[in-house]
Nanobody, 119 residues
Framework: QVQLVESGGGLVEAGGSLRLSCAAS????????MAWYRQAPGKQRELVAS???????NYVDSVKGRFTISRDNAKNTVYLHMNSLKPEDTAVYYC?????????????WGQGTQVTVSS
């Protein structure tokens, strides 16, 4: 059974950096989209960055130039490199993958990791 396990969150001062990681276990056959979402208190979950299987990436405007999504297909892992962090980046970050794992093709979510940026 496929599971996503996240790591790398924490507390950082404004202007600092963090790297989030998310690995898929359970031997998925193929991973299509990998992405990171975040949800701040009192707000809806929003897409932060995504990476299609063809390496095309997309970012929400508020993180462009500061965050980078990357993937290691051999390790079934997606990363989110976050630089120049701002207090408004504080949220729970969730990884997402669309995975083919016989007999299904479906969406999977990580458990969430807290990122707190102090001013």
């Amino acid at each position: 059974q496929v599971q996503l396990v996240e790591s790398g969150g924490g507390l950082v001062e404004a202007g600092g950096s963090l790297r989030l990681s998310c690995a898929a276990s359970g031997s998925p056959s193929r991973i299509y989209t990998m992405a990171w979402y975040r949800q701040a208190p009192g707000k809806q979950r929003e897409l932060v960055a995504s990476s299609a299987s063809g390496a095309r990436t997309n970012y929400v405007d508020s993180v462009k130039g500061r965050f980078t999504i990357s993937r290691d297909n051999a390790k079934n892992t997606v990363y989110l490199h976050m630089n120049s962090l701002k207090p408004e980046d504080t949220a729970v970050y969730y990884c997402y993958m669309y995975i083919s794992a016989a007999p299904t093709i479906r969406s999977y979510w990580g458990q969430g990791t807290q990122v707190t940026v102090s001013s």
